[in-house]
Nanobody, 126 residues
Framework: QVQLLESGGGLVQAGGSLRLSCTTS????????LGWFRRAPGKDRQFVAATEWQNVYAQYADSLKGRFTISRDDEKGTVYMDMNRMTPEDTAVYYC???????????????????WGPGTPVTVSA
């Protein structure tokens, strides 16, 4: 059974930084595309970033490029999201997701991800 669990969410002041982590179990981590999504209050869930197997190529939502960085540690089976220069608009529940192992293509579409964590809330105060 594949399980994903996010951690690291919390309250941060505008301009601050936060690192989210997502640990996995039951997943062939080394051959899985991992991604982050977020759902702001009253809005649909949106793509944040994703990374392919070898952590060489990553894709980001255009509005977040330069502030957010996704990375992965295949030995630990963990994917990270470093968030910098945060604004109140970054307030959301952040979700970790994985495509099925063996699928190499990065995707920004929710429907392409088979496994999801429960989410971790992030609040950015003004």
């Amino acid at each position: 059974q594949v399980q994903l669990l996010e951690s690291g969410g919390g309250l941060v002041q505008a301009g601050g930084s936060l690192r989210l982590s997502c640990t996995t179990s039951g997943l062939a981590f080394g051959t899985a595309v991992l991604g982050w999504f977020r759902r702001a209050p009253g809005k649909d869930r949106q793509f944040v970033a994703a990374t392919e197997w070898q952590n060489v190529y990553a894709q980001y939502a255009d509005s977040l490029k330069g502030r957010f960085t996704i990375s992965r540690d295949d030995e630990k089976g963990t994917v990270y999201m470093d968030m910098n220069r945060m604004t109140p608009e970054d307030t959301a529940v952040y979700y970790c997701a994985s495509r099925r192992a063996g699928i190499w293509a990065i995707s920004q579409y929710e429907s392409d991800y088979s496994y999801w964590g429960p989410g971790t809330p992030v609040t950015v105060s003004a």
